[in-house]
Each structure stands twice: as C-alpha cells, then as structure tokens.
C-alpha cells in the first residue's frame, strides 16, 4: 500500500516564501505530481518529479528525496491567487494510478 | 482544444436509486480514472481503466462500478446510492506513463451527488 503525509494547512503573508511538506511510503516508485486546487474547482497540474532534486518552474519548484520518501513544494513570492489546496500524490508500483494525500490548504494573507 | 467533461455538474437523488455519472475526453488518453473528494479525505481513487474493455477497482471500489466501451467514455454507476456516497466526484485522464510521459492527470470539472 501507499501513505502520504502533508500538513493540513498553513498560513503565510503576501509576497512571502512558503514550504509545504509531503512524505510518502509506497511499494515502488514511479514519480510525485503535486496539484494546486482551488475552492470549488478541479486540481490542476503543477509538478512532477522522478528524480532526486529540484524542479523549478517560475514562482514554484519541487524537490524530492527518493531515500527519504521526501518531497516539498516551494511557492516563492506569494500572491492572494495562490491561496489554494495543495496534493501530493505518488504513483508507485503500478505506474498509471496516483494515490493522492488529503492535501494542504494554504491561506495567503495580505 | 482538447478537453475532458462531466454530466451532471450537481445531480440530487434519493437513497435506493441508480445513478449515472457521465465522464468524456477528447485528449485520446488511453487511461481514466474516476476519484471522490470528501473533506479530510482528499482524493480517493474507486476505478481506473487504461483502454477499452479495461477496468479495475480503486480503494474505495464497493457500490460503484465503470465500464469502457470506447476510448473517450469511462460512466461511473451507482448500483443503489447510498447516503455515505454524497461527495465530489471527479473523472480524470491521462496518457500512459512512459519515458516522455510523466502520467499527469488532466481532471474534469466535478459532480457534486447529494444523496438524500
């Protein structure tokens, strides 16, 4: 089986740095996709690693630790359009089905 | 532009009766899935089919049941809806995971079921 663990939620200011956490146990590994959701609408793709290392892309980037069952997400200068759930999710063994966590949801404040 | 769409957006049946919820993409992706979303849950997987004549049960498999009779269409029915089937429903698809294909879900737009 999988288990993914990422915070509940998490507060941050305008304009700041945020990091949001994701740890995960699974029998095989084949990648971590992280999603962003907004209130009432379906998740979007954001990121996606396989290998050890950063993935960076604009505002956002990821980084994983296959030794660790480790990812983060980093969203860099904050912006009120960037409150949101956040979903890590992994595929594992069977390489075309993700199993997701029950997300984050961040609260951007001014 | 290629896209995946679901019907009903927001359907309210009664406890006993059949339902069906429509999912249909134009992106010609062999693989579909269709998850709920309840809060403090978030995305549970029920069934996932990578082409046609394919399925497969999810985590969460029991009163729900898929079919796959082309590539673009992939029906979630539930057999008798059940109060405890109330919930967001959201279809997906995605291209077969490979050495240029990271597998992304490309999600429809939801279902809301209310089961009274």
């Known amino acids: 089986g999988q288990n993914i663990d990422q915070p509940t939620e998490m507060t941050a200011t305008e304009g700041a740095i945020v990091q949001i956490n994701c740890t995960y146990q699974t029998s095989g590994f084949n990648g971590l996709f992280w999603y962003q959701q907004h209130a009432g609408e379906a998740p979007t793709f954001l990121s996606y690693n396989v290998l050890d290392g950063l993935e960076e892309k604009g505002r956002f980037s990821s980084f994983l630790s296959r030794s660790k069952g480790y990812s983060y997400l980093l969203l860099k200068e904050l912006q009120m359009k960037d409150s949101a759930s956040y979903l890590c999710?992994?595929?594992?063994?069977?390489?075309?089905?993700?199993?997701f966590g029950d997300g984050t949801t961040l609260t951007v404040k001014p | 532009d290629a896209e995946i769409t679901q019907s009903p957006r927001h359907k309210i049946t009664e406890t006993g009766r059949q339902v069906t919820l429509a999912c249909h993409q134009t992106?010609?992706?062999?693989?579909m899935f269709w998850y709920r979303q309840d809060l403090g849950h978030g995305l549970r997987l029920i069934h996932y089919?990578?082409?046609?004549?394919?399925?497969n049960k999810g985590e969460v498999s029991d009163g729900y049941s898929v079919s796959r009779s082309n590539t673009e269409d992939l029906p979630l029915t539930l057999e008798s809806a059940a109060s405890s089937q109330t919930s967001v429903y959201f279809c997906?698809?995605?291209?077969?995971?490979?050495?240029?294909?990271?597998?992304?879900?490309?999600f429809g737009e939801g279902s809301r079921l209310t089961v009274l």
């Open positions: 997906a698809s995605s291209e077969s995971w490979g050495p240029t294909n990271t597998g992304e879900l490309f």
């Open positions: 992106w010609n992706h062999n693989n």
């Open positions: 999710a992994v595929t594992g063994t069977n390489a075309g089905k993700s199993t």
């Open positions: 089919s990578y082409g046609v004549q394919d399925t």
